[in-house]
Every structure is written in structure tokens, then in C-alpha cells.
């Protein structure tokens, strides 16, 4: 018997914490944000229903190419809850990305979303790489049109393989997906991480380190 209840627990537990791995479903038709207020909650407080209007719900300009004039060749323009604020709580958001030729978005992750990405210009390789020991690589080339999941929280990238733009939308599974990008988040911490510290991790000289660290 005690065995028995000990195992509803633990049966029980188990579907609170999946239940808590994804963005709670919503109680009302809408949440817009308000912006103005201080309180501190999970997400962004509610706007006055009353005062909600058809803009709330609305962005502009996803058509316009970003600017790829950077090291790396990329430009996310992200429509998350900031930029529209009907999206709170509703567990859902999009980019779009656009590529210079040979460009990269560099492997990076979103701690709180999985991506489906649709290519709408050009060839894309992209890939992820799977959690420890594995570690494994998937990685596929893209052409217009083709769709690729990035599941939560795996390390991925997409490369602009062929001669011209490309253009790319992502939906994400988050009202603030966040993203990490490795380079920046290990190599161009404020403070630094140790180059002692790292040059260990990285197993390399620490002058290499340092030199990475000038760099973000
Ligand atoms: C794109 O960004 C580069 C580098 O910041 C800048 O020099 C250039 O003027 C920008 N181009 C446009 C069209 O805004």
C-alpha cells in the first residue's frame, strides 16, 4: 500500500514539472502587456481590456530585410512580446532572419522555446548539436521552402551557403524565447570569466583566450 501511494507521488509529481516545462496556458481570451506597470510577475501584467485596441495585436515592417553589415553576416528581427505586446502569455513569437551571402547566425540557444524555421530565400545549412555524452551534430542543407525544428534549449546555427541573400522566418514557443549566444555569453561576460578558467575549459593557451576575449 505505502508503496503503492509512494508511487502516485512520484507519478503525480512527475506531471506537475512537465506541466511547469512549458508556458501556462492562458485563463482569459487575452493578456495584453502594459508596459507601464511595475509590478514583478511571471510575464508581463495585463492591460485594461477596456483599453486593448486591434494595434495591441499588431506588428509592421516584417517585410523589410535587416542589415547583414556585421562580422558575422546576420540580422535577427525579433516580434516578441516587446515589440508586440498581444503576445503575453500566449507562448508564441517569431524572427525573421535574413543572411548575407555565406553570412551565420552563430550557434546559440533559446533557453525557453523550440524554433520551427522556414526558409523563404536562398539555401541554408543549419544544425544542433545534442546534449552530453552524445553530443551529436544533426545538420541538414535548406533550400526555399523547406521547414527544420530546433527542439528547446540545444546549441544550433543556420549558414548561408549559397551565392546570394537568404531570408528565413521562425515561430518559437515562447512569448520571450531569450537566446544565449555562445561566443558572446562564454568569451564576453561582464565581468570575464577567468582566462585561467577558461583556457582549462577549452583545454588551450591562455593567450588564445585572451585573444577571444578582446574580440566580444
Ligand atoms: C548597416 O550597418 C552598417 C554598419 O553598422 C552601417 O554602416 C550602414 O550604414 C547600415 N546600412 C543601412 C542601410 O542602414
Request: aromatic letters at 8%; one cysteine or more.
Amino acid at each position: 500500500m505505502a508503496t503503492q501511494v509512494a508511487l502516485l507521488v512520484i507519478v503525480a509529481l512527475g506531471f506537475c514539472c512537465l506541466a511547469f516545462a512549458f508556458e501556462p496556458k492562458p485563463l482569459q481570451d487575452f493578456c495584453v502587456a502594459d508596459p507601464t506597470s511595475s509590478a514583478r510577475v511571471n510575464g508581463l501584467v495585463c492591460k485594461n481590456p477596456m483599453l486593448v485596441q486591434a494595434n495591441d495585436f499588431s506588428f509592421s515592417g516584417l517585410h523589410l530585410p535587416g542589415n547583414t553589415t556585421n562580422p558575422v553576416g546576420s540580422r535577427v528581427t525579433p516580434v516578441t512580446v516587446t515589440q508586440l505586446p498581444g503576445l503575453n502569455t500566449l507562448g508564441i513569437s517569431m524572427v525573421r532572419i535574413d543572411y548575407a551571402p555565406w553570412g551565420i547566425n552563430p550557434p546559440h540557444t533559446h533557453p525557453r522555446a523550440t524554433e520551427v524555421l522556414t526558409v523563404l530565400e536562398g539555401s541554408l545549412q543549419v544544425g544542433f548539436v545534442t546534449s552530453n555524452p552524445e553530443n551529436r551534430h544533426i545538420t541538414k542543407v535548406l533550400q526555399k521552402g523547406d521547414v527544420f525544428v530546433f527542439p528547446v534549449g540545444l546549441i544550433h546555427y543556420q549558414h548561408n551557403v549559397g551565392y546570394g541573400n537568404a531570408v528565413a522566418i521562425a515561430a518559437l514557443s515562447s512569448q520571450n524565447p531569450g537566446v544565449i549566444t555562445i561566443a558572446n555569453a562564454v568569451f564576453g561576460s561582464k565581468p570575464d570569466i577567468g582566462s585561467d578558467i577558461l583556457a582549462k575549459a577549452f583545454q588551450v593557451d591562455k593567450s588564445i583566450v585572451d585573444q577571444l576575449q578582446t574580440k566580444f
